[in-house]
């Protein structure tokens, strides 16, 4: 874990204790006692954050060799690193304060990913799109305005248009699984991929299906259809269980819309 603040490590460490395939082997300051403690420890898993004294996030993966690069989830204040840090392939990218059920989320996502050499295989595509992030990051100055997206849209086609650096990628409405948000922006989960979009979890709730999406967080949205199962837990929460294969956690606030849908089929 690397954060400059006490506060942010010591909240981090409290809900990383809550997790039973966790085990926290290094609290960093700085990005240059995160490098020395990935490469003396070489952990799975950095959670790392952005805007530190001394060195940036992006600044500490680039030191970092691709034989020891671990998997990265970004943790910060500043939301309008969101598209960067997905552009680096991140595991994921959590707003502070972190949510519990995001950084628990988030974890067993890099645990889906972690397969042998699969770090390795990333890191020049990090290493590439660090590069370029540098320059934007330079060329927005001090400013802290996020930069403004064309408005992304629904056509009659049943498709969600999606704005991309090269141009727009059309989703088929049907075919998203899940979404989620890193404050300002939407993460479209379709099959192996997230798109990356600007918008809120209420907007994109007016212009889905209300019988077929349903809000289980209040930073999630599910596709009913997706689901495969679900298992109840304690405290009235449920775990989904999806196609394909992630499992997302209904918290009590929205429990009611999940079992209204489970009793019904």
Known sequence: MVDDEPLARRLMRSMLSELDNVELVA?????????????????????????MPGMTGFDVVRELQ????????????????????????????????????????AVARAWQRAEPDEETQNKSPLIGAIDEIAHKVASRGASNRIPQVPHESINDGGK???????????????????????????????????????????????RFDPEKFKRIHRSTIVNLDRIVKATPLQKGEYMLDLDCGEKLKVSRNYRQEVKLFLDAN
């Not at 609290?27 to 954050?49: F, H, K, M, S, T």
């Not at 990265?72 to 519990?100: G, N, S």
Request: with cysteine.
């Open 27 to 51: 609290e960093c300051r700085n990005g240059r006692e995160a490098i020395a403690a990935v490469q003396g420890l070489a952990p799975d898993l950095l959670l790392l954050d952005i805007k």
């Open 160 to 206: 969600l248009a999606i704005k991309d650096h090269d141009g727009t990628i059309l989703v088929g409405i049907d075919d998203i699984e899940w979404i989620d948000a890193a404050g300002d922006y939407m993460c479209i989960h379709v099959g192996s991929e997230t798109h990356i979009m600007r918008s809120t979890l209420k907007s994109l709730m007016s």
């Open 66 to 105: 691709a034989d020891i690069m671990p998997m990265v989830i970004f943790c910060t204040a500043y939301q309008r690193y969101a598209l960067d840090a997905f552009d680096l392939h991140a595991v994921d990218y959590l707003l502070k304060p972190v949510d519990e059920v995001r950084l628990e989320r």
